[in-house]
């Protein structure tokens, strides 16, 4: 038997550095993202402006910054108890990227 592929099928801006996500699966995580924010990919993304232009790849099945950055739905599903929070019943909304869906795939997984 399969496992299916972990997916984000919705992701919204909470925060400055929060995302509340919706995972093909049904899971629903409010992730803080600060932590995590190291490295010269993701060292823009510290700026709350930039940040917050975050959208959804949905060829991809993750969430993507302007300058390529994105996060691997397994990590953002696993992040540890202290960085997850119940969101409040309800569902984030779909952010989503044309022009990122019209990327070639070797693109979007730099």
Request: charged letters at 30%; hydrophobic letters at 40%.
């Amino acid at each position: 038997m399969s496992k299916a592929i972990l997916r984000i099928e919705a992701v919204e801006l909470v925060g400055p550095h929060s995302l509340a996500i919706r995972f093909n699966d049904g899971a629903l995580r409010r992730v803080n993202l600060f932590p995590e924010l190291e490295g010269p990919v993701f060292e823009p993304l510290r700026d709350p402006e930039y940040f917050s232009r975050v959208v959804l790849d949905p060829v991809a099945g993750t969430v993507v910054w302007p300058n390529g950055a994105d996060f691997a739905p397994e990590f953002l599903r696993e992040l540890p108890k202290e960085k997850v929070a119940r969101l409040r019943g309800r569902s984030p909304t779909v952010r989503s990227s044309r022009r990122a869906a019209s990327r070639p795939a070797a693109e979007r997984s730099r």
